[in-house]
Structures are given as C-alpha cells and as structure tokens.
C-alpha cells in the first residue's frame, strides 16, 4: 500500500487566479494521475503524469488549462490555470505500481469564486 | 472503449442487513481488472475489493464480497452486516492490464451508488 499526501485539502480562489496541488507520494510509484470530481459526479481522468516527460491527456483536458508536472517517482503537481467557476471540483491524485490498484490522496476541494 | 455502468444511484440498507450494489461492463479484453472504491463524505477514496478477470473465484474481504460473472459482464458488490461506518459512495471500476496498449492502468469509473445505512 502506499501514504499519499495531497494538499491544499481545500482553497477558494478568486477566479483568473490560478492554484498548484501538490501530491507526495512516501514510496516510489510507476504510476500516477489525476483525476476531476465535478460535484455529485463520479471521477474523470484529466492526465497521467509522466515522470521526466510531459504529461499525457485525456481529450477535453489540456496542457495549457492543466499542466502537470513529475519531477521524480514520488512526487507530483497539478496547476489550475486561469480559473473560473466551472473549475470548481475536487481534484484528486493516484499512484499505482504495476498491476495494482489505485492509492488516492484525500483530495482538494477547489471553489472559485 | 470500455464503459463501466452502475444503474443504482442511491441505496438504502438497515443496519445488520445485506445489500447488494450492481455494476456492469463492456469490454472486448479478456484480462482486465475490477474493483470497488467507497468515498465516504471525508472524499478519501478507499479500495474495498478487487477481482483479477481470470479468477473465476469470486473475491471477498470480510464482509464485503463480489458477484463476478464475466460472461454477463456483471460485478456486483455485497454488503453483510452493514454498519453504519459503510455509509458513503460506492464506485465501480475497471482497468486493463499493464502492456496491453494505449494508456493502460488508468481506472475507468461508474457513476457512483450512494449508499445510505439506516440505524
């Protein structure tokens, strides 16, 4: 199994700004995404992240709106640019290692306002 | 493309009672995997059960087991004994094998079944 820390747990942003989530993962993963949860709605991959590459997206998501960054095996980072009010969600990371399920982090509730 | 459908948006169960949540699925793979998440109001998702397609074996974590029938396509969830700790979300999900193409090990998701425990 592995620990996940996800943070900010939550923020309110004002929109045009734009918000970094951070996830920590405390082994290293092969694996790892991110993932939208619009409210009441099930969970929608926005891109895995590539370590040491650009990220791979899902269609309606891109780099400019959601850039992604995977530094190392553990580590990970989702940008909200620009934001608007249709961005509010929880955004939530996951690491996998082969042929394993998926670890989350607790999540970060994004509002713009 | 796979596609994962829950047909139950909300639930309800008595406390000590059983009750089954539905999923199906449709894929052309053969190897694959199934699983079950709970998200509970803290949001954290939670695996609660997982099943290998080529087990014909159903899978089961104490009070929690599956209906796997692959035939049908079908991935049922059972509950023993709820408690009142089981309320939250329950999502099924589906994910195809490493080195099987494309973007594998990504989890395509249900729409959720909201499970209420009543005391």
């Known amino acids: 199994s592995a620990v996940i820390s996800q943070k900010p747990s939550r923020d309110i942003c004002q929109r045009g700004t734009s918000l970094t989530i951070q996830c920590q993962v405390d082994?290293?993963?092969?694996?790892m995404f991110w993932y939208r949860q619009q409210p009441g709605q099930s969970l929608t991959l926005i891109a895995t992240a590539n370590q040491g590459s650009e990220a791979t997206y899902e269609s309606g998501f891109v780099i400019d709106k959601f850039p992604i960054s995977r530094p190392n095996l553990t580590f990970s980072t989702l940008t909200v640019s620009n934001m608007s009010p249709e961005d509010s969600s929880i955004y939530l990371c996951?690491?996998?290692?082969?042929?394993?399920?998926?670890?989350f982090g607790q999540g970060t509730r994004l509002t713009v306002v | 493309a796979q596609t994962v459908t829950q047909s139950q948006p909300e639930m309800s169960v008595q406390e000590a009672e059983t009750v089954t949540l539905s999923c199906t699925y449709d894929t052309s793979e053969n190897n694959y995997y199934l699983f079950w998440y709970k998200q509970p109001p803290s949001r954290q998702m939670i695996l609660v059960i997982r099943q290998e397609a080529y087990k014909q074996q159903n899978a089961t974590e104490n009070r929690f087991s599956v209906n796997f029938q692959k035939a049908a396509k079908s991935f049922s969830l059972k509950i023993s004994d709820s408690q009142l700790g089981d309320t939250a979300m329950y999502f099924c999900?589906?994910?195809?094998?490493w080195g099987t193409g494309g973007a594998t090990n990504k989890l395509i998701f249900g729409t959720g079944t909201l499970l209420a425990v009543q005391p």
């Open positions: 996951s690491a996998e290692w082969v042929d394993t399920e998926a670890f």
């Open positions: 999900a589906f994910m195809k094998p």
């Open positions: 082994s290293q993963v092969t694996m």
